[in-house]
């Protein structure tokens, strides 16, 4: 068949499977987003979701699914995976006092700065402030060695000329 234009030219055969293509990731495109949209509005209920891919799974275990059907398979599974992601962060928000979650906050380091440290991070080299540990049995004989050698007296510096 010989596709025109709008003005009733005849269309190069390269342009129509182009414009065809097109037409197809068009509706491809709108499917995903109608299924997505579903998907999010149940991402508070993973337990549906889960009915919902379980039926699938059992349509695919049975046949071949359908490009649409495999679509929707995968939104759903993605969807499944951040509706459980989000039930965890919810119980860990639970569990921790005052919502607080995740160990020291950045503001509560020495090295903190608003605009030149927002993480509280120490500069290179040195060890956080409240992270230094106790030498154990191991290390504290190289703790002792290291304290002889401090002991010794280090000669001057050769003078700058």
């Given at each position: 068949?010989?596709?025109?234009?709008?003005?009733?030219?005849?269309?190069?055969?390269?342009?129509?499977?182009?414009?065809?293509?097109?037409?197809?990731?068009?509706?491809?495109?709108?499917?995903?987003?109608?299924?997505?949209?579903?998907?999010?509005?149940?991402?508070?209920?993973?337990?549906?979701?889960?009915?919902?891919?379980?039926?699938?799974?059992?349509?695919e275990d049975a046949g071949k699914l359908s490009k649409a059907q495999?679509?929707?398979?995968?939104?759903?599974?993605?969807?499944?995976?951040?509706?459980?992601?989000?039930?965890?962060?919810?119980?860990?928000?639970?569990?921790?006092?005052?919502?607080?979650?995740?160990?020291?906050?950045?503001?509560?380091?020495?090295?903190?700065?608003?605009?030149?440290?927002?993480?509280?991070?120490?500069?290179?080299?040195?060890?956080?402030?409240?992270?230094?540990?106790?030498?154990?049995?191991?290390?504290?004989?190289?703790?002792?060695?290291?304290?002889?050698?401090?002991s010794i007296p280090l000669p001057?510096?050769?003078?700058?000329?």
């Amino acid at each position: 068949m010989v596709k025109t234009t709008k003005s009733g030219r005849v269309m190069n055969p390269a342009d129509a499977h182009r414009k065809e293509e097109r037409k197809r990731e068009i509706a491809r495109n709108k499917l995903e987003r109608k299924f997505t949209r579903e998907a999010v509005s149940n991402r508070s209920k993973p337990e549906e979701i889960k009915k919902q891919l379980q039926e699938l799974i059992e349509v695919e275990d049975a046949g071949k699914l359908s490009k649409a059907q495999k679509l929707h398979k995968k939104v759903l599974q993605d969807a499944y995976e951040q509706a459980l992601l989000k039930k965890k962060e919810e119980d860990n928000k639970k569990r921790a006092p005052d919502g607080l979650v995740g160990g020291p906050r950045p503001e509560d380091s020495r090295y903190y700065h608003p605009t030149l440290n927002p993480t509280g991070a120490p500069p290179p080299g040195k060890m956080a402030a409240g992270l230094v540990s106790a030498p154990t049995p191991a290390n504290a004989a190289a703790a002792a060695a290291a304290d002889k050698l401090g002991s010794i007296p280090l000669p001057k510096p050769p003078p700058l000329p």
